[in-house]
């Protein structure tokens, strides 16, 4: 699995470069969504938005069984688990220590999809809302 993920990490650089492969949104899009507070965008509504896409129609059946086995296991290894573990410090934290106030910074990928840490959160009974860029606080 590592081979075939480095392999397709390799083949996915050398179409971009070559002009051949676009990514579906820019550094730019993702600041300005972030900032708009609009983590519902068709850009963030994707599990694997986070970690390389593997999967593509033009593979044989095969090999798209072992990058649905890849990107499952970077859903749930390196997004789910992790945003869990963040949001129960989060959470842990505030408990602990009700008589003071906190800032919590995350970055943009911990708020894309599903499972982030606003739903770790919200779980737990934390209303958690948007502050946008440029508000007072």
Sequence with gaps: ???????????????????????????????????????????????????????NATLPAHERITAQEIDSYFRQELIYKRNERMGRRVKDLLEEHPEKSFFFAFGAGHFMGNNTVIDVLRREGYVVEHTPAGQVI
């Design 1 to 55: 699995q590592v081979v075939f993920a480095l392999n397709q990490t390799l083949l996915q650089q050398e179409s971009l470069r070559a002009g051949s492969f676009q990514i579906p949104y820019t550094t730019e899009d993702l600041i300005k969504h972030y900032n708009c507070g609009d983590l519902s965008s068709i850009i963030f509504n994707h599990d694997t938005s986070q970690v390389p896409n593997f999967i």
